[in-house]
Structure formats: C-alpha cells, structure tokens
T-cell receptor, first 113, second 114 residues
Framework: EDKVVQSPLSLVVHEGDTVTLNCSYEVTNFRSLLWYKQEKKAPTFLFMLTSSGIEKKSGRLSSILDKKELFSILNITATQTGDSAIYLCALLRGSGSARQLTFGSGTQLTVLP | DTGVSQNPRHKITKRGQNVTFRCDPISEHNRLYWYRQTLGQGPEFLTYFQNEAQLEKSRLLSDRFSAERPKGSFSTLEIQRTEQGDSAMYLC????????????FGNGTRLTVT
C-alpha cells in the first residue's frame, strides 16, 4: 500500500525564518510527487517533481526530490504571514489510467509576525 | 473565475437523508476526481472520471455513494442515507489530458450530518 509521511506535523516560526518541510514515501510504481498549499479551502498546486535531483523553484519556494532515498523537501525562505497554511505532499502512482493521488496528513505551518 | 466550481459550499443534513453535490471542472479538463478530507488529514481519493467514464473507485466508496458525469462535463456526487461519519469536506478536482498534468481543486463542499 502506498504511504506518504510528512514531518513535522506542525511548525511555528517568525517572519523571515527559513523552513524545510519533509515528505517521505513508499510506492510500488512511482510517477510523480506533488506539493500543494491549503489555506482555508482548496489545495492549490505548488510543484510537481518527477526526476531526482532537479530543483523546482517559484519565488521563495523550492522543492527537490530524491528517488533513491524516497523523500522530497519543500523549502520556504524569508517566510511571511501569508505562508501560513497546511502544506500537503501527494504521490501520483504510475500504470495505465491510474490517476489517484495519495496524500500525506500535511504540515501545518504558522508564521508569526 | 475559470477554476473548479463546487456547489453548495456548505450542507447540513440530518442522518438518513440523501445529499447531492455538484462539481463543474475547468472547461478544457477531461479528467475529474472526487476526494474526501476530514480534519487533520490529507484528502482521500474517492473516484475518478475520464470524460464520462468512471474509471476508478476507492474501497472507501460504499454503496451509499454514487458519482456520475453524464456528459463528460459537470459531475454529481450523491450520498444516500447519510451517516454522521460522512461529515467531511468533499473536494472535486480536474486535470487536463496531458501526461502528469497536476490536479486543480475546487473549494469543496463541507457536509455536516447531525
């Protein structure tokens, strides 16, 4: 059974701090790993990672995948209060028409002013 | 707004009643998904459509749950004889035909069964 474990479960930092969120996984047929940000409502897409070692970057956020050690990290530099959210990691398994994502429980990030 | 649209936003119902939710995906997306999310957990997959065909259903989807996408556009999720354990946020997502295209989620329908 596919498994996605995120750590820490919650994190409280001050504005300007840098944070690293972790996602480890087990999957039988890996296709890609995705990161989402969820505030009060819909999870919004951040990154999709398919290849090991290639960093994806968007502003102050970046993410990288290690397919050998089966984990990914999401970094946020110079955090702002607007970064407060739940960050979800999800696995997309390969094979055929399979399109279901398996999500972790998320990391609740709180950025204090 | 051209994102995924879900209605209603909130639904409160009494145990034993039937409820139906609607999802309108992004217009050019042929894939549509239903997920359920409870407090403190990530979304859990329920079912997936490619066009009008329902291609996958989770073991979580009991026979009280049925989903349709009759014309390959909007979808409905019906829960019959609701139970308190059905209380959750029901999220709809859609994605385009490209391989590895990410899912885009709607704001969800929050169901409370009293």
């Amino acid at each position: 059974e596919d498994k996605v474990v995120q750590s820490p479960l919650s994190l409280v930092v001050h504005e300007g701090d840098t944070v690293t969120l972790n996602c480890s996984y087990e999957v039988t047929n890996f296709r890609s790993l995705l990161w989402y940000k969820q505030e009060k409502k819909a999870p919004t897409f951040l990154f999709m990672l398919t290849s090991s070692g290639i960093e994806k970057k968007s502003g102050r956020l970046s993410s990288i995948l290690d397919k050998k050690e089966l984990f990914s990290i999401l970094n946020i530099t110079a955090t702002q209060t607007g970064d407060s959210a739940i960050y979800l990691c999800a696995l997309l398994r390969g094979s055929g028409s399979a399109r279901q994502l398996t999500f972790g429980s998320g990391t609740q990030l709180t950025v204090l002013p | 707004d051209t994102g995924v649209s879900q209605n209603p936003r909130h639904k409160i119902t009494k145990r034993g009643q039937n409820v139906t939710f609607r999802c309108d995906p992004i217009s050019e997306h042929n894939r549509l998904y239903w997920y359920r999310q409870t407090l403190g957990q990530g979304p859990e997959f329920l079912t997936y459509f490619q066009n009008e065909a329902q291609l996958e259903k989770s073991r979580l989807l009991s026979d009280r749950f049925s989903a349709e996408r009759p014309k390959g556009s909007f979808s409905t999720l019906e829960i019959q004889r609701t139970e308190q354990g059905d209380s959750a946020m029901y999220l709809c997502a859609s994605s385009s035909p490209e391989i590895n295209s990410p899912l885009h989620f709607g704001n969800g329908t929050r169901l409370t069964v009293t």
